[in-house]
């Protein structure tokens, strides 16, 4: 299994340019989540998904949409880049390993490192 | 104030030590608690986890809940360099999402 594999891995944007990041998880999981990481402030939600054809807002949604036609894959994509998208990138999926639903183990990708200048 | 609060360090320490690293958090209803490792460049891995209050042992690794201080640590015995990572510790949100809310994460540097 390659587990959460992410397209492109690095990528130089100029400010105004659109870009769609891709994600990819063979494990079968419901859930899957895109994140921003950026120095010092941990990892923030930018949207997430409980299933094929769903999606949700996360912590830091603006300036980015996102689309879950296929389970297996969760899209992300940049309308219009600012400097301040510039961050690494990184996609997890994740299932209940309990019956309750209560813990969800999150499995991540390698991360998209996105310069926007 | 943010949900779950936790030292960026960094933190250097010789071969050997023990290392504490801890996180507060302030939503009572959070019952599952993570600490996840993140080396270089790389994303991050489940490392442990507790449910509700006490203690876990893994290896030279101790994960302990305190939930009426609302605090969480993660204690590692006999440090060594292949434990120079950022750890982050996570505690699950509410409803059947699977949302995580995760601690800024702590930089570890382990010198030979």
């Known amino acids: 299994n390659a587990g959460v594999t992410q397209t492109p891995k690095f990528r130089v944007l100029k400010t105004g340019q659109s870009m769609t990041l891709l994600c990819a998880q063979d494990m079968n999981h419901e859930y899957m989540y895109w994140y921003r990481q950026d120095p010092g402030m941990g990892l923030r939600l930018i949207h997430y998904?409980?299933?094929?054809?769903?999606?949700a807002k996360g912590e830091v949604p603006d300036g980015y949409n996102v689309s879950r036609l296929k389970k297996q894959n969760f899209l992300l994509g940049l309308e219009s880049a600012a400097p301040s998208q510039t961050s690494v990138y990184f996609c997890?999926?994740?299932?209940?390993?309990?019956?309750?639903?209560?813990?969800?183990?999150?499995?991540f990708g390698p991360g998209t490192r996105l310069t926007v200048t | 104030q943010k949900e779950v609060e936790q030292d960026p360090g960094p933190l250097s320490v010789p071969e050997g030590a023990i290392v504490s690293l801890n996180c507060t958090y302030s939503n009572s209803a959070f019952q599952y608690f993570m600490w996840y490792r993140q080396y270089s460049r790389k994303g991050p891995e489940l490392l442990m986890y507790t449910y509700s209050s006490g203690n876990k042992e893994d290896g030279r690794f101790t994960a302990q809940v305190d939930k009426s201080s609302k605090y969480i640590s993660l204690f590692i015995r006999d440090s060594q360099p292949s434990d120079s990572a950022t750890y982050l510790c996570a505690m699950n949100g509410s409803g059947n999402t699977g949302k995580l809310i995760f601690g800024q994460g702590t930089t570890l540097q382990v010198k030979p």
């Open positions: 998904s409980v299933g094929e054809g769903t999606t």
């Open positions: 997890a999926s994740s299932y209940s390993r309990w019956a309750s639903g209560s813990f969800y183990e999150q499995y």
